[in-house]
């Protein structure tokens, strides 16, 4: 099983809402991420956990709080949010960095009103 | 600067037509190139991983080449079907073990039948 699922697939929140992103994986990896995407742009890297613990974090305002509570789960909480902030939220896994596969989930499309 | 730069930045072909897409890459040091196809809405889904010992690896109608002397890589498609119509994401790695990948601002291939 190669694959990395994320619910929802779509989401609207208000900007005074607290929703939550769930990532999951069941290939042993031990390298999650999250990564912001705007419509025509390429991805951008938010947050990396490796073995549970936040390892990366791009300055991501403190409106997105990760979490990792296993190995084969990653959330993302968001609060207060700005319609700027509306983009597809992907989740990727690896079995570790470097020159390994980086498995990509679907993606969550939110929309910030 | 790291940067990974693709061109062109969109291309309209034929089916049954070859296309070749290019990334020319500053990043140094150097790990592993990578492409990906992304679907509109969807996931990345890797292509091809290189490191710089290798300078093509092919994945059925996919044959990426790499030029690491150069810091150039391409992404042939051969006989392209109305399926291939999506972008193309370049993406380096600049250190072994790195959990940071930096992403190319993507081809967006339209394949008309």
Redesign the interface.
């Known amino acids: 099983d190669t694959e990395v699922t994320q619910t929802p697939k779509h989401l609207v929140m208000g900007m005074t809402n607290k929703k939550s992103l769930k990532c999951e994986q069941h290939m042993g990896h031990r390298a999650m991420y999250w990564y912001k995407q705007k419509a025509k742009k390429p991805p951008e890297l938010m947050f990396v956990y490796s073995y549970e613990k936040l390892s990366i974090n791009e300055s991501v305002p403190s409106r997105f709080s990760p979490e990792c509570p296993n190995s084969s789960l990653l959330n993302l909480h968001l609060h207060a949010l700005q319609p700027e902030d509306s983009a597809l939220y992907l989740c990727a896994s690896s079995q570790s960095g470097g020159a390994v596969e980086q498995y990509f989930g679907p993606g969550t499309r939110l929309t910030v009103t | 600067k790291n940067q990974v730069e693709q061109s062109p930045q969109s291309l309209i072909i034929l089916e049954g037509k070859n296309c070749t897409l290019q990334c020319n890459y500053t990043v140094s040091p150097f790990?592993?190139l990578?492409w990906?196809k992304q679907d509109t809405?969807?996931?990345?889904?890797?292509l091809t991983?290189m490191?710089f010992s290798e300078n093509t690896k092919s994945n059925g109608r996919y044959t990426a080449t790499l030029d690491a002397d150069t810091k150039q890589s391409s992404l042939h498609i051969t006989a392209s079907q109305l399926s291939d119509s999506a972008s193309y994401?370049c993406v380096v790695?600049g250190?072994?073990?790195?959990?940071?990948?930096i992403?190319?601002?993507?081809t967006?291939l339209k394949v008309l039948a």
């Open positions: 790990s592993n990578r990906y809405g969807r996931g990345p889904v890797s991983i490191t994401i790695s250190s072994s073990g790195t959990y940071k990948y992403f190319g601002t993507g967006r």
